[in-house]
């Protein structure tokens, strides 16, 4: 399958000349570096920037003392862990390694490093947490569903536990995190790779104590972001504030370095279940223990692992489902959304236990799930833990990827291994995952606008903000199969505070689903107010004019861009409510391992997802495609080590954290079903997570079918060597 329209943003991308924050020229403009906290955890008791100041080239350095003023990181919620403000930079106490402790200003980035060499400080080292375990500094506690009662367990015939780890992991974007702050006039532009810039214009306005139409934040080019740029962070405030004391732009770019040791982090639970089902398989209760990481103080990652409570069904009709969450506090980086955003982590903790439910039933996993999937006449559906489902047919995604996978001759071949005692076992696991998309309630809207030009052309905005997911091309491709013209006539206005009123952002999956929808919704209201004006030029009801192709057709036939040179400008601003949408599909891997080596190999990946419509199929399946190797990185790689001191112990860089490389990726088989949301009338649901979200408990149940495991919990991620050979002994 391939796209439907040629991406307008691959010739400037592919070509080079694409505009990154580091990229821009701004005369007088001041280079930031970082003074990082070389421990975990402990008492700052002096920074001295004196000899810093007279490194040649280096503008000025500050610490916490020499910006009295300068603002923490606003709270999001306390969380029951009132106090624990985020300075921007360390003024008492270091929370976790790599915290900022002075900044220093350079007239290039190589004079402001030098100058955090010549930074003194003073630190007395303390006890470090970097488990859930360690210590019960709780900064949020939740649920979801009702608790179950021990009859139900007690009766079941059959109840199974487990206990999984999902381990920290880094989003890993191609470009960090960036900033650039001018000031202007009475206020200021900044550029950053941001994924709301609505939202961190109004956040750096709250700071400052402005009205937010005193700030500009343009987004240009992103290099990925995978959750990991939606926030304002310490560094952020401190440039913002430099920048205004000097009265001179001032930029920071995080390195690779930098990255891996104080950017987000995602997923970091610690999980205990218990499901329980008749002796037909048929499920009965499902309970899920959450003790999640969510780092050194309470940010927005607090409250995420309520995404992993409500989302514990899964796709199954399990009439009683009990959720909850402990949110402990630890001295690493903060936990934040990181693609897929919980869900993955409801889904892991499930598939893992439904197949070892099956194990224990002696039900082939495919037979177990199709027991117990929700009909799709039992859509909408309102889950045990709250979530209220749009539409699914799960039975017919799984049917699909069996086909695609060749299902029995894979099992055949299973068989004929197991016979012969000179081959290596393969396993074939499977995962059925629902995930959503748009986001939470209050927050399921965006504003856009379609604006008709005189010279007919259009311009679309909206407050998204790109990052490598097509806007540029589909968003106005959208708008223009509404107007019935060509896309070449469509222009997109979005990442940039100026082009709407207010914005919401890049996040949740929410583009096409809410962005999509809702440009949709506005280009077909320009054409009704097109009709409506021609019709009050031809002094005839409205019904008798038609819209044709951006022109309008009555008494006689008018082009919209001479009717607007008549009448005026013609433009349709919206605020664009939509429903949460949930997405689904199922996941297969077959794997082969060498229980004397630990390897695993995965031979084949079949992913089948359902988005609802698909704008465009080829970006759906590029989507996809990144996340399923992204999943594939959690399954087999990426783990942070930490040391006892608790910094993670990654000297060698992206050489220690392993991301799947082009050599990794094994033979990934992407199909679709489509199930229309019925809550917009474009269908689409979000599409960007799925393969972060199913992939990893289909390699983790392939590997225990080949080890032929009774108990899986041996089998924590990432499925290193080491693990495997001692889950094979």
């Known amino acids: 399958?391939?796209?439907?329209?040629?991406?307008?943003?691959?010739?400037?991308?592919?070509?080079?000349?694409?505009?990154?924050?580091?990229?821009?020229?701004?005369?007088?403009?001041?280079?930031?570096?970082?003074?990082?906290?070389?421990?975990?955890?402990?008492?700052?008791?002096?920074?001295?920037?004196?000899?810093?100041?007279?490194?040649?080239?280096?503008?000025?350095?500050?610490?916490?003392?020499?910006?009295?003023?300068?603002?923490?990181?606003?709270?999001?919620?306390?969380?029951?862990?009132?106090?624990?403000?985020?300075?921007?930079?360390?003024?008492?106490?270091?929370?976790?390694?790599?915290?900022?402790?002075?900044?220093?200003?350079?007239?290039?980035?190589?004079?402001?490093?030098?100058?955090?060499?010549?930074?003194?400080?003073?630190?007395?080292?303390?006890?470090?947490?970097?488990?859930?375990?360690?210590?019960?500094?709780?900064?949020?506690?939740?649920?979801?569903?009702?608790?179950?009662?021990?009859?139900?367990?007690?009766?079941?015939?059959?109840?199974?536990?487990?206990?999984?780890?999902?381990?920290?992991?880094?989003?890993?974007?191609?470009?960090?995190?960036?900033?650039?702050?001018?000031?202007?006039?009475?206020?200021?532009?900044?550029?950053?790779?941001?994924?709301?810039?609505?939202?961190?214009?109004?956040?750096?306005?709250?700071?400052?104590?402005?009205?937010?139409?005193?700030?500009?934040?343009?987004?240009?080019?992103?290099?990925?972001?995978?959750?990991?740029?939606?926030?304002?962070?310490?560094?952020?405030?401190?440039?913002?504030?430099?920048?205004?004391?000097?009265?001179?732009?001032?930029?920071?770019?995080?390195?690779?370095?930098?990255?891996?040791?104080?950017?987000?982090?995602?997923?970091?639970?610690?999980?205990?279940?218990?499901?329980?089902?008749?002796?037909?398989?048929?499920?009965?209760?499902?309970?899920?223990?959450?003790?999640?990481?969510?780092?050194?103080?309470?940010?927005?990652?607090?409250?995420?692992?309520?995404?992993?409570?409500?989302?514990?069904?899964?796709?199954?009709?399990?009439?009683?489902?009990?959720?909850?969450?402990?949110?402990?506090?630890?001295?690493?980086?903060?936990?934040?959304?990181?693609?897929?955003?919980?869900?993955?982590?409801?889904?892991?903790?499930?598939?893992?236990?439904?197949?070892?439910?099956?194990?224990?039933?002696?039900?082939?996993?495919?037979?177990?799930?199709?027991?117990?999937?929700?009909?799709?006449?039992?859509?909408?559906?309102?889950?045990?833990?709250?979530?209220?489902?749009?539409?699914?047919?799960?039975?017919?995604?799984?049917?699909?990827?069996?086909?695609?996978?060749?299902?029995?001759?894979?099992?055949?071949?299973?068989?004929?291994?197991?016979?012969?005692p000179d081959a290596r076992p393969i396993g074939i696991g499977l995962s059925c995952y629902v995930e959503r998309s748009g986001g939470e309630a209050g927050g399921l809207y965006e504003y856009v606008g379609v604006e008709a030009g005189d010279d007919g052309t259009f311009t679309a905005r909206c407050g998204a903000a790109p990052s490598g997911q097509s806007h540029e091309t589909v968003f106005p491709a959208l708008v223009a199969e509404t107007l019935g013209v060509d896309a070449v006539r469509v222009h997109l206005l979005e990442g940039d505070t100026t082009a709407t009123p207010d914005g919401v952002g890049s996040f949740a999956s929410r583009s096409a689903q809410i962005d999509g929808a809702g440009l949709q919704h506005a280009a077909t209201l320009l054409m009704d107010r097109a009709r409506e004006r021609a019709a009050t030029l031809w002094e005839v009801p409205v019904d008798d004019t038609e819209w044709s192709g951006g022109v309008i057709q009555g008494p006689s036939t008018i082009d919209l861009a001479e009717l607007v040179k008549l009448t005026g400008p013609l433009r349709v601003d919206e605020r664009y409510e939509a429903g949460m949408a949930f997405p689904f599909g199922t996941h297969i891997a077959v794997v082969e391992v060498d229980p004397d080596l630990g390897t695993v190999e995965v031979l084949r990946l079949v992913a089948v997802d359902d988005c609802g419509h698909p704008i465009d199929p080829g970006v759906v399946r590029g989507q996809a495609f990144g996340s399923a190797v992204q999943g594939l990185g959690q399954a087999l790689y990426e783990d942070i080590p930490f040391g006892e001191d608790g910094v993670p112990q990654l000297p060698g860089g992206l050489l220690d954290y392993l991301l799947p490389t082009y050599a990794e990726i094994p033979p990934i088989d992407l199909r679709e079903t489509s199930t229309p949301s019925p809550r917009t009338q474009l269908g689409a649901k979000g599409a960007g997570e799925s393969g972060c979200i199913g992939t990893p408990p289909a390699i983790v149940n392939a590997v225990a079918d080949a080890l032929r495991l009774t108990d899986a919990d041996v089998l924590q991620m990432p499925l290193t060597p080491d693990i495997v050979w001692r889950a094979a002994r």
């Open 1 to 420: 399958m391939v796209e439907r329209w040629l991406r307008r943003e691959d010739e400037r991308l592919l070509s080079g000349t694409g505009r990154y924050v580091a990229d821009l020229r701004v005369p007088d403009c001041l280079e930031a570096a970082f003074v990082r906290s070389p421990v975990a955890h402990g008492a700052l008791r002096s920074v001295d920037c004196t000899a810093a100041r007279d490194v040649p080239g280096v503008v000025g350095a500050w610490s916490a003392a020499d910006l009295p003023d300068l603002p923490p990181l606003p709270h999001v919620a306390s969380m029951g862990a009132d106090g624990w403000e985020w300075p921007a930079l360390v003024k008492d106490e270091i929370r976790y390694p790599g915290e900022a402790l002075a900044v220093v200003l350079g007239e290039d980035r190589y004079r402001a490093e030098d100058g955090t060499a010549e930074v003194a400080f003073q630190i007395d080292e303390l006890p470090a947490v970097v488990s859930t375990t360690d210590r019960a500094d709780v900064a949020f506690h939740g649920e979801a569903g009702e608790p179950i009662d021990d009859s139900v367990w007690d009766q079941a015939a059959v109840v199974v536990e487990g206990h999984y780890r999902q381990q920290l992991l880094m989003p890993s974007p191609m470009e960090c995190r960036t900033i650039l702050c001018a000031p202007k006039g009475d206020g200021l532009i900044i550029w950053s790779g941001h994924q709301a810039p609505h939202r961190l214009r109004r956040e750096l306005a709250g700071l400052l104590g402005w009205p937010v139409d005193r700030i500009r934040v343009v987004v240009r080019d992103t290099g990925g972001t995978f959750g990991s740029k939606s926030a304002l962070f310490p560094e952020y405030i401190a440039v913002v504030a430099l920048a205004l004391r000097l009265g001179r732009p001032v930029r920071w770019v995080e390195d690779r370095r930098e990255s891996m040791l104080v950017a987000t982090r995602g997923r970091g639970q610690d999980q205990r279940v218990r499901l329980a089902a008749d002796a037909s398989g048929k499920l009965l209760a499902y309970e899920l223990i959450i003790d999640a990481d969510v780092g050194a103080y309470p940010h927005l990652g607090a409250a995420l692992p309520m995404q992993t409570a409500w989302m514990a069904t899964g796709p199954y009709l399990t009439p009683r489902v009990h959720a909850t969450v402990r949110s402990v506090l630890t001295n690493t980086m903060v936990t934040y959304p990181y693609r897929g955003a919980g869900r993955p982590e409801a889904a892991s903790a499930l598939e893992r236990t439904m197949d070892t439910l099956a194990r224990r039933l002696n039900i082939d996993p495919v037979d177990l799930r199709r027991r117990n999937f929700i009909p799709p006449d039992r859509f909408p559906y309102l889950t045990p833990t709250g979530r209220d489902y749009d539409s699914a047919n799960h039975a017919a995604a799984l049917d699909l990827a069996l086909r695609t996978l060749g299902y029995d001759a894979w099992r055949a071949e299973q068989t004929r291994r197991r016979a012969d």
